[in-house]
């Protein structure tokens, strides 16, 4: 049975990543639950080591709660239409077009 | 309860910032500041000691590896081909060779056991076959760690394997392998940093030494009172009474680690007693268990009273009580006491209380196997003192024997132990590693003594250290360190009087001692103030040593070789 895909979905996995990045990033450092939060964009409190964990973070938790697997490594710096890894808001955006995609290509 | 942060180094061939953050970020004490040596030079790292973390003082080291980085035999049996295990062996040698040049360099080092991804191991019935057996050559190269590491005693292996199996599926990360060379999962992380924060609390003395238990549905099922003792349930074949018998079993373990047992029971004393004395299948008896609270009154101040007649602190204590609302009272007026969160299901005390990490101590000595029986043979005495008059008929009657020897490497691990946990007696609170502990009483101006007490109870071993340190031509009492244990028995007085004697014997006219105060040390302030020594200010002692200190009759000082 397939899974529904939302973006209310993706956001909730999202934060359930950032909570668990957190436990690993200084009191300072802490990245809030919201979709404005940066990653990588100017004034991100991010260090390369703290995005890597998030990314490993986001493909496991994809493929626990839709069951699909997610490459986002291989979309760091790829040309388009913005970069899905500015905010939480956009990744989101990005992760729900790519799992809608795969989800209709396994139907 | 308030500790130094401990600075510490981790020194990996593979990404370790994770476990570093995670360290850092960790609230539990101690509080840990750690630095990471690069990436990948293990070898370098450990060579090189001009590298500027080494110019750090640095109260811990983790030097963590992966076999197949730093072993190149275990790197070939990854690959398939055959490994002399006399090659392993070599190589592994070779590598304790660099880790050991690392011990004087920071208090301790803990160094975790080899482990590769579990899907190395799907090799069948190939895993533990000689030669090619990559499970086999595992355990082989490991035991040989551990062999190599023996006899260091700041150098300590923590069981990596361990936490594979608390982070289960997720131990491994291959995600973060690839993206960022970070090899383990951080549940696997997690489960490393509850370990190496309990081995340091040990290290810093802190490990809790006393399990205060209840009685009713925690060391056996029902309510004696209603019930009678041979209605409880423990024991026979039922799931709960056998969980109960094992629970109990881990209990007694746990008095041969050097932790002491007591009860606080709201019950009838003679019913409760009449329980332990006569169940078959009570595992823990009366002598097992260094003092009791059974009464109707409140638990907390039960706990209150047991904890200052075992001589030991609130931060030594754990409370295990089946019942919430008497573990939350505890924790609300007594918030230096540990209380665990106990399950309702008793089938699963034994696994809680085997998984408490409070208990962590980096070693065991003789005096710690048997602590269960000195504090059974002190309350003998407390009997006996209770029916003599005075307390000088008392002392007399015990044939106190304080036997004095210096400190060397045959009692350096207990009196470093007992260095680092007395809190009462004890002058100026320092805290040192066998390692520190040795080099101080090894300079020329410095002398270290320990005391080892008996008397007609029993020997209660190595229990007191005396350290000066000579300057301005005066002898300074730095270590006046006394175990609660014997306590009032005029040890005390013997400490000052050897002190005195060596002074005089060294042509040195005058004995001082500067007391340092702490939360826990007036009772060596009350000493002091009544010991005869002369009061200077706020916390200075002294003694003019052209006069002898004088020994209390009722002890008799059995000296080994004093250096003068």
Redo the contacts between chains.
Sequence with gaps: MQIEITREKILKMLYESINELNEQLGKDNQLAQSSQTKLLAPGTSLDSLGFVNLVALIEEKCQENFNLNLILSNSIGMPGDGDPFETIGTLANYIEQILIQRQESLS | MMSKQMNGLLISDF?I??LA??L??DSGIPQVNCEVAPYGQVAQSLLDDSLPFWQTSLDFLVVWSRPEAVLESFAQALSGLAVEANKVRDEVDEYCRKLLLSKNRASVVFAPTWVVPTFHLGHGMLDLAAEVGVSRILMQANLRLLENLDGHSNVVPLNTGKWVELAGEKAF?P??WY??K?PFG?NLF?AAVRDFKAALRGIQGRARKLVILDLDETLWGGIVGDVGWQEIVLGGHDPEGEALVDFQRELQALTRRGIVLAIASKNEESIALEAIDKHPEMVLRKEDFAGWKINWKDKAQNIVELVAELNLGMDSAVFIDDNPAERARVREALPDVFVPEWPVDKRLYPHTLCSLDCFDKPAISVEDRQRQQMYATERRRTELKGKVGSLEEWLRTLDIVVKVEPLEISNLSRSAQLLNKTNQMNLSTRRMTEQDYMAWAGVETHRVWSFYVSDRFGDSGLTGILGIEVADGRAKIVDFVLSCRVMGRKVEEAMLHVAVDWARSSRIKEVLADYTATAKNKPCLDFFLKSGLKKHGENRFAWDSTQEYPLHPAVRLVQKTINT
């Design positions: 990404n910032e994770n953050a995670y850092k970020n990360n995600r973060l993206l960022g970070v951080n997690k």
